[in-house]
């Protein structure tokens, strides 16, 4: 039977998260799992605010570490009203992005360090961290070719190459430290073959074959 799982999806920018978490939960659902998709920053009311904060605030300087900690107490209310309550109930979270993006944006990105994430982590979080991530890999300036077709770009996409190549080699850092849970999909193949991947993961993940 289906286990129940705490599953993340990570990656920059063009990746194709978004395109994929729709096969992910299909592909789950199909299986048999009663699936919980949510997203970060957001996922609870303040959390959307927050969100909106972060992605849409133009004219304010906002500091990394006011950045980070905005993250985290948008995490504080989705860990406790939408994520703990989910997987105590026997279901399977689906989560679009989570503190692995932290390390990325805010660490590799922004430049905080790692220890201090680290430290705020143990507190929000307590014990839990994801039983799988899904990384969706590609070349900064092929992601950066993909999401250019999209509209007016966030905070963030206004941000360098150099930016999104930092927040590239930190989750490729983290996935080495944990193969066993961060999974490497080679997300500049075409669509077909990433979902190949994504499927033997979670094959394994979810049926331990
Ligand atoms: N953030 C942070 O800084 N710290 C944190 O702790 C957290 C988040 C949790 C919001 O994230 C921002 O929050 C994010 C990091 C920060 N900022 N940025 N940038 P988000 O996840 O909501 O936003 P996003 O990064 O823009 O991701 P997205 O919407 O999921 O999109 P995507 O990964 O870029 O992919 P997509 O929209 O699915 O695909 C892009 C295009 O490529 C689209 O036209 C697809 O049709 C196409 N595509 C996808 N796959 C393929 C393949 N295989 N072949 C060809 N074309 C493809």
Known sequence: MPRRLF?????????????????????LQREGCDVVVTREPGGTEIGERVR??????????????????????ARFEHINKVIR????????????????????????????PADRIAAVEDWVQGDLRPDLTLLFDI?????????????EPDRFERENNEFFQRI?????????????????????????????????VLQEAVHGR
């Open 85 to 112: 309550p989910a997987l105590a109930a026997g279901k399977l979270v689906l989560c679009d992005r989570f503190t692995d993006a932290t390390y990325a944006y805010q660490g590799g990105g922004r430049g905080l």
């Open 7 to 27: 599953i993340t999806l990570e990656g920059g920018e063009g990746a194709g998260k978004s395109t994929n978490l729709i096969f992910v939960r299909q592909w």
């Open 139 to 151: 070349p900064v300036e092929a992601g950066r070719e993909r999401a250019g077709q999209r509209s």
């Open 168 to 200: 590239r080699a930190t989750y490729l850092a983290r996935a080495a430290r944990e193969p066993k849970r961060i999974h490497v999909i080679d997300a500049s193949r075409p669509l077909e073959q990433v979902e190949q991947q994504i499927v033997s």
């Open 52 to 73: 909106d904060i972060l992605l849409h605030t133009k004219q304010l300087h906002i500091t990394p570490e006011s950045e980070m900690l905005l993250m985290f107490a």
